[in-house]
């Protein structure tokens, strides 16, 4: 709760501590400032008294350095080469392949898939064996699986992905199960792993 300290003006508790974070690197040296009677640093303290700290504040450990967290992220895969877009004549199979630049654990992953022309409805993109996490497929038997079991509106897909160090690759082998695809018929895919990062 708000309270005036002896000297006068906002005691810490005022700024930091009222939502349960310690002030830290610039906002303490502002109560500070408060705290031994200055008019300017008191008046940005009433002001910040009246709005509060942003949570993502606490991580600051000095003025524009954070302090590692535990944050949630996208991770797309991009084709290993060409385009994520298969076509009458072309690739059977096409790699998507991600290397997180930060230790990344998948959770949750997405896919689209596009398709031109009425064959290639009768066509289904599968995913051959399983995604994989360097080399350790993620999958409780290797085995095709259709990639729209993983559409972006699918409920109860969560994953736990094995944790992948910065420069593990996540590949996923995508290939066509049906008929060929005619003339001017397409199906592009997408896909990307939403997961947390220690960053």
């Known amino acids: ?15 930091g501590p009222r939502r ?13 400032a408060a705290d031994n009677g200055d008019p300017r640093a008191q008046a940005l303290c009433d002001a910040m ?3 509060g700290i942003p949570d993502w504040r606490n991580r600051q450990i000095a003025p524009g350095v954070q302090a590692p967290c535990d944050d949630l ?37 997405v896919s689209i898939v596009t398709r031109v022309g009425a064959g290639a409805a009768a ?11 360097g080399t350790d497929p993620q999958a409780a038997q290797i085995a095709d699986m259709p990639i729209e079991f ?17 420069g593990i690759d996540i590949n996923v082998d995508v290939q066509l199960v049906g008929p060929a695809l005619g003339a001017g018929e397409t199906i592009t895919v997408f ?5 947390s990062t220690w960053a």
């Open 1 to 15: 709760m708000a309270y005036r300290n002896p000297r006068g003006g906002y005691s810490a508790s005022m700024v």
């Open 49 to 51: 008294r009246g709005c």
């Open 191 to 195: 896909m990307a792993i939403w997961g």
């Open 73 to 109: 992220y996208p991770l797309p895969l991009q084709p290993l080469a060409g385009t994520p877009t298969f076509v009458s004549g072309g690739p059977t199979l096409i790699t998507l392949t991600a290397r997180p630049q930060k230790p990344f654990r998948g959770e949750r992953p």
């Open 150 to 166: 993983l559409d972006r509106t699918s409920f109860g897909v969560r994953m736990v992905f094995a944790p992948a160090e910065p």
């Open 123 to 133: 066509i289904v993109p599968v995913i051959r064996g399983a995604i994989r996490v």
């Open 20 to 32: 349960g974070y310690p002030m830290m690197g610039a906002d303490a040296a502002l109560q500070a």
